[in-house]
């Protein structure tokens, strides 16, 4: 079946510092895939998304690319910020249309001033 | 446009009561879901309904059951709660199964069972 399999946190950063989360996924065919952050006390929100291989989705300064090669979609940013701070999930949607999102188990990023 | 809410925020049971957590969506979206987030587990999905009157089960439906009587409303129910059903519980939904349908995430519901 679909999976997603996403590096363990958590991370911890300073202000400034270039961040990359690795996501690694599992599926047939050609998903699409997601990262979602989830703030502090709140829901998860949609961050960037690309629905074929070598689109590049981006938003707030990260970005992730769909690498169908090495079945990846590793979020990074050049610059983090103290409100960077979040759990980011990486998620897979099958093509078919059949199943729901596929979610990674999360990763936890601290960034300190 | 609210969005996705749910009710209630915070609730303390104990073993053996019931409830209902209530998701509501004014976007008219077809597609509803609820979560459950546990530390280090990530978001496992319960149930999920493709339309008003469906529901259909997900990766843990065990211990609940769900119902879509109206088009924006997704109930989850606990007819006898247990300690392993303390969580945060997330409602979500979308406009489908479907390539790049963003899921909307209500802000959650912490539920602890004493």
């Known amino acids: 079946g679909n999976s997603v399999t996403q590096m363990e946190g958590p991370v911890t950063l300073s202000e400034e510092a270039f961040l990359t989360i690795n996501c690694t996924y599992t599926a047939t065919g050609y998903p699409s895939l997601f990262w979602y952050v989830q703030y502090p006390g709140e829901g998860l929100q949609l961050l960037l998304k690309a629905t074929k291989a070598d689109d590049k989705g981006s938003n707030k300064g990260f970005e992730a690319t769909y690498r169908k090669e090495t079945t990846s979609f590793h979020l990074e940013k050049g610059s983090v910020q103290v409100s960077d701070s979040a759990v980011y999930f990486c998620?897979?949607?099958?093509?078919?249309?059949?199943?729901?999102?596929?979610f990674g188990k999360g990763t936890r990023l601290s960034v300190i001033a | 446009n609210a969005g996705v809410t749910q009710t209630p925020k915070f609730r303390v049971l104990k073993t053996g009561q019931s409830m209902t957590l209530l998701c509501a969506q004014d976007m008219n979206h077809e597609y509803m879901y609820w979560y459950r987030q546990d530390p280090g587990m990530g978001l496992r999905l319960i149930h999920y309904?493709?339309?008003?009157?469906?529901?259909a089960k997900g990766e843990v439906p065990d211990g609940y059951n769900v119902s879509r009587l109206k088009k924006q409303n997704f109930l989850l129910g606990l007819e006898s709660a247990a300690p392993s059903q303390t969580s945060v519980y997330f409602c979500a939904s979308n406009l489908g199964i479907a390539v790049s349908y963003e899921q909307y995430f209500g802000p959650g519901t912490r539920l602890t069972v004493t």
């Open positions: 309904s493709v339309g008003e009157g469906t529901t």
């Open positions: 998620a897979l949607s099958d093509r078919t249309g059949n199943t729901p999102l596929v």
